[in-house]
């Protein structure tokens, strides 16, 4: 297990190669992935999460040693090892597509890893036969592996993943994509429980919000090969450090809307609406780039959640229904309020007004400057 260490990490496909993590960066080719600092935990479990094309697995191929960074370096424990393969790096991999031998049995396959290490047979036996159990597949031990399912043999890549128990990190590109849907909750489960009783470094990749949040006690949420926040499921739900953020997490996402900051309120269209706190040195701020010829754009974030819809109320914020879309634990009506599009979550057995007018709870209100969280003062 290790800490794990970026510094000043950057990628650039096609670059070319000079030596490790001392390429020179060409400025006619977009960066996958740009720089950034990062330390995370001696046996943390992290989720990279964002859509394809964000990063992620560049990322992780950096992290394992399976790609050398244009940029900066990597550091397990604080030793330098841009430079060293993923086996140096004593690192376990789990790939979005099963990778078996498929003339070896399922138990043969698990305890590859171990023989290569040369551990005694019986120490082997007893952790095969640990993950085995783990897998749900005790009673297929000695079945060749090419008769298996694509989801038996994704199963035993994941059992190759966790035999060890001596490793610096456990990395997963996706692991579950081609998992039957009915069978994921049970492996993120047992993935969950695996973590919690070796304490492994763990880095999860995933598109899927569901398995990141449900895995991860930190979530790396990328975003055209940035960044943008690192925090608990409780945290990217409650206060996105950036709207991408707020509109990917979430079911449906955080509603964005533009609007024009006057210090402690918020105009949208013409509606005014209060807000938690002061907002008076991003206002400064806008003024300023407004008079270099800088637009700043300023947004509005609130959860579905956290809005109402009422049958009465001030005519700026009367609501337009374009649709309703029952998913049985609630309803999520789409509207527009001032010409602008917002989704509100409604409980099931609550009624809609024919006519309704949208509810804000002020103190659920974010504010944005240029798509980037702004922390505002107290009133």
């Known amino acids: ?205 995933t598109h899927d919000q569901t398995e990141a949040l449900t895995f991860a006690d930190k979530v790396i949420v990328m975003y055209e090969g940035a960044v943008v926040q690192i925090g608990t499921p409780q945290e990217l739900f409650e206060h996105p450090a950036h709207t991408f953020v707020g509109k990917f997490i979430g079911s449906p996402g955080m509603n964005v809307m533009q609007v024009d900051l006057h210090g402690t309120s918020a105009r949208l269209g013409d509606a005014e609406i209060q807000l938690p706190k002061s907002y008076e040195s991003a206002v400064s701020e806008e003024e300023g780039a407004a008079s270099s010829g800088f637009k700043q754009k300023v947004e509005l974030g609130i959860r579905p959640e956290h809005l109402s819809l009422l049958p009465t109320g001030p005519d700026e914020l009367r609501a337009d229904i374009v649709g309703i879309e029952d998913v049985g634990k609630h309803i999520v009506v789409r509207a527009k309020v001032q010409g602008q599009g917002i989704d509100v979550i409604v409980k099931e057995g609550v009624g809609i007004p024919e006519s309704p007018y949208l509810s804000l709870t002020p103190e659920k209100l974010n504010v944005y400057q240029n798509s980037y969280l702004v922390q505002g003062q107290p009133r």
Not at 46 to 53: F, H, I, K
């Open 1 to 205: 297990m290790a800490n794990i260490e970026l510094q000043n990490i950057a990628h650039q496909y096609g670059s070319g190669q000079n030596s490790p993590g001392q390429n020179s960066p060409d400025e006619n080719i977009p960066y996958a992935l740009k720089n950034m600092n990062e330390l995370w935990q001696d046996g943390g479990a992290y989720a990279l999460l964002g859509p394809s094309g964000c990063g992620k697995t560049t990322l992780l191929n950096i992290i394992s040693g399976l790609l050398q960074p244009s940029e900066g370096r990597v550091l397990f424990d604080g030793l330098d090892v841009t430079g060293l393969s993923p086996e140096q790096r004593n690192i376990a991999q789990v790939f979005q597509f099963p990778v078996v031998y498929d003339t070896l049995t399922v138990a043969q396959n698990l305890a590859f890893p171990l023989r290569n290490r040369k551990l005694p047979k019986q120490q082997i036996e007893a952790r095969v036969a640990e993950v085995l159990k783990l897998l749900g597949m005790t009673d297929r031990a000695g079945q060749r592996a090419h008769s298996l399912s694509a989801d038996d043999k994704q199963k035993i890549s994941l059992g190759r993943g966790l035999v060890r128990t001596d490793v610096n990190a456990i990395l997963f590109d996706e692991p579950l994509t081609v998992i039957d849907p009915h069978l994921k909750w049970q492996l993120r489960t047992e993935l969950k429980k695996i973590h919690q009783q070796f304490q492994h470094t763990m880095i999860y990749v």
